[in-house]
């Protein structure tokens, strides 16, 4: 395992600025022991009939849009293996027997957090113990050290740190461009960028384009969470609104980034929110086809605020991944993150409408903190014999999904 010693040192804080845009209260910040009464609503959907059941069938099959309503009847379907046949279906139409992975490194620059997200075990207040920020020369020499496994990207997600300055984040850009010219830098979670404006006044798109001067090659899709007002108030109310989620993704496909989407399925949310959630990223999807994947993420319930609450059974993620599969018919792509599910499962999402395993990734913190038992790192060498093993065909491709190389023999 790959480490990175943690540091309290050196970056510059940034002095205080008026707010730019984004709420001006701290609306999630709520006292935690009023968090253990936070459950998952009961939800009993009424069993689907069989004329149903068949009519979505009949729509997959050729290739008719699902409504909102399929999806709750999807939902409501205990047959797992027709849910994967048909989502399997949906994903062969669009990369037939491909399983695309990449060869990445993730790197998180700090995990000060302003917010108080619950079901965030990363985070840290400043002056806390556990909490780290790293130096922009210790932000290159991780990156570099992971140069000769052959990575072409590099993933950076952050906390929202109250004192540093937008120019730390341009910065670790600039240097990360200038040591490793040819790695795709995907960073910061629209979350991130609805922060870097709100500390510096400037607009979405200023903040935006000035990334991409300094190196940005496209955005991660963390920080949606679950887009419906009634789980977001309650789980992370203090960041960014759906609606600010889904407009930076709008200016920045507007812009020619490309952008990933996720999910955090799996704790107070009921079928109907997530089905409200993926139909709002397939309207944006409509408006602006900027998404590559869609990526839903299993929370994980331990140090967290949430630790009272059971995680989703591999049988409800792999339900979640179907419907969606079949909700999502202009997404090209979706990945299982087997960091989040266990490799394991994550395979066996390959038969029920995955088509990506994500990357390499060598170190990962975020849900490692959270009680994810994964490893940090998996072999190329792994990940080829667990898509093969699965009947598949291995392809290496880039943040941007033009491939690498195909190992069809
Ligand atoms: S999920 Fe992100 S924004 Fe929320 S507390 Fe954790 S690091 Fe902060």
Request: charged share 25%.
């Amino acid at each position: 395992m790959a480490t990175t010693a943690p540091t309290t040192t050196a970056p510059p804080r940034r002095a205080k600025r008026r707010r730019g845009p984004g709420p001006r209260r701290a609306t999630g910040l709520v006292n935690p022991t009023g968090l253990v009464g936070l459950q998952a609503p009961e939800t009993s959907l009424p069993k689907p009939s069989a004329a149903t059941l068949g009519d979505i069938e009949r729509k997959v099959h050729a290739g008719e849009r699902l409504s909102a309503e399929d999806g709750l009847a999807l939902y409501a379907c205990d047959d797992l293996p027709w849910l994967g046949q048909l989502a399997r279906l949906v994903q062969r139409r669009k990369s037939g027997d491909d399983v695309y992975f990449n060869i990445n490194r993730h790197i998180n620059l700090t995990n000060i957090c302003k917010a108080y997200c619950h079901f965030c075990s990363f985070r840290r207040s400043v002056g806390k113990e556990g909490g780290y920020t790293m130096s922009h020369d210790e932000i290159v020499s991780t990156a570099v050290s992971a140069a000769p496994k052959g990575i072409t990207e590099l993933h950076i997600v952050n906390g929202l740190h109250p004192e540093l300055d937008f120019d730390y984040y341009l910065e670790a850009l600039r240097r990360l461009r200038a040591a490793l010219p040819d790695v795709h830098l995907k960073a910061f979670t629209a979350v991130e960028i609805w922060w870097f404006a709100r500390i510096t006044g400037l607009s979405y798109e200023e903040v935006l384009r000035q990334c991409v001067e300094a190196g940005l090659g496209s955005l991660p899709g963390g920080g949606a969470e679950i887009f419906a007002p009634r789980v977001r108030r309650r789980i992370c109310g203090y960041k960014s609104t759906a609606e600010d989620w889904l407009e930076i993704h709008r200016i920045a496909h507007g812009m020619g980034l490309r952008t990933n989407s996720t999910m955090l399925y799996g704790h107070i949310e009921t079928p109907e929110e997530r089905i409200d959630h993926v139909l709002r990223l397939r309207d944006l999807q409509d408006e602006t086809g900027g998404f590559q994947v869609f990526i839903p993420l299993r929370f994980h319930n331990e140090h967290n605020l949430m630790s009272h609450l059971p995680m989703a059974t591999p049988y409800e993620s792999l339900k979640v991944f179907t419907v969606s599969r079949l909700l999502l018919d202009n997404f090209d792509h979706m990945k299982a993150y087997w960091i989040m599910l266990g490799l394991p499962l994550a395979q066996l999402s390959l038969h029920f409408g995955v088509d990506d395993l994500d990357g390499t990734v060598v170190e990962e913190r975020i849900y490692h903190m959270a009680g994810a038992e994964t490893p940090h790192e998996v072999s190329q060498d792994d990940l080829l014999r667990r898509i093969r093993e699965a009947g598949r065909i291995p392809v290496q491709r880039d943040t941007v999904y033009n491939v690498v190389q195909i190992y069809d023999n």
